[in-house]
């Protein structure tokens, strides 16, 4: 069977084009080169896009940009200084820097300046290459309208989740403005599905939206989302020399089949006003229960973690000691008694009595009985001195008369008889000062 894009004269310009970023479109740019390339077809991959992801997936330093798309574009340079071979054989880049950032703006003035690129690819449709892949930025700016206006055919990544068809409409859209104005031999080639996530319902219900819709302009080869198709970027290589047995790069081979054995269709784009509608069915509910309260209810202790959570005692104010505390406030406090000075005892004044009298009535006895009377004015006795001369407090002792020998013992009553005596010594005192 002879195939299409040998027996095709000249080299096919393929857009890669979607205005939503992250979909795809450096990787599939990139890897679908790589893999036409080990098929034998010579591949040049323009890097259009400002942030220069494909130029970084193709291993090519940012020193060894020398001349860039930018250059092209803005300063009309020849495209044939632009191109710089890569690793893999029959591979071949246009890379770009964040210089191509500024081109939109300086290129609004230019006249005819939608069509800059197709003019600088002239040269290279001839016999140079087999395809021309235009890797686009995520915008539908002034570079993706002419990367529109320069190529023939349009491929279209779209990511496997429901966002992606968000701006599907709107592309497509732009798509035949172009067409009407700038680039009427403009056809959409393809849409490949990206980013296919087996263990969702979404991605499959995706895919058969975007196929109700396109019908066979979607490609029967669907890209997964692989870690090995993620790092192999960041390495410098394109999926089919950094990991050739993977499932990423076995999956675009395939799509390299695809693309090289299908034209593009002449008939015209569909319309499609809305996007496709995905709806997913929610999940049914389950009856669960957290396993702690998420708002701690009122009265409800907050433990370490580890540990349950538990109702609070209510706390019981003390009542005595507080109104003790207001008692106490509310009365003065009284300073403490001092212990009174030992009063000393008075001098006894010489009387006419005679002396025998007085040592009669004031004998005081060997061991005298150290009851504290509490008779009448309490009456003090001189104190014992203690030793070095300092009485000893708290001490008192009361005289009392001894008891004749051979009388009954008293069982602590006063007697009659000392009555008289007492008064006597009262008297005694009395007549000494006090």
Known sequence: MEDPARARQGARVIAVANQKGGVGKSTTAVSLGAALAELGYRVLVVD???QGNASTGLGIR?????????????????IEGAIIPTQLPNLFAIPSTIDLAGAEIELVSQ???EMRLRKALEPLKRDAFDFV???CPPSLGLLTVNALAA????????????????????LLRNVKLVQQNVNTGLRLTGIVMTMFDPRTKLSEQVVAEVRRYFGDRVYQTIIPRTVRLSEAPGFGQPITTYDPASKGAQRYRDLAREVAGRLPDESPLPTVDDIPSVHVPPPEPHPAKAPRPLVREEGMV?????AEETAAEPEVEPTEPVVQTAKAEAEPIEPEPQPEAPISAPEVAPTDEAPEELEAEV???????REVADVGPQLQAPTES????????GRVIVMSEEAPSGAPESNGEPELEAAPQRKRLRGLFHRGGN
Do not use: K, M, W
């Open 62 to 78: 940012h020193e060894s940009r020398a001349v860039t798309v930018y250059d092209v574009l803005a300063n009309e340079a020849p």
């Open 151 to 170: 190529a023939e055919e349009l491929i279209v990544p779209i990511q496997c989740e429901y966002y992606a068809l968000e701006g599907l409409g709107q």
């Open 302 to 306: 907050q433990e370490p973690d580890g």
């Open 111 to 113: 006249f005819s300046r």
């Open 133 to 135: 892949f235009l890797d």
């Open 386 to 393: 203690a030793p070095g001369g300092q009485p000893e407090s």
């Open 48 to 50: 259009l896009d400002p």
């Open 363 to 369: 004998a005081v006895e060997a061991e005298p009985s």
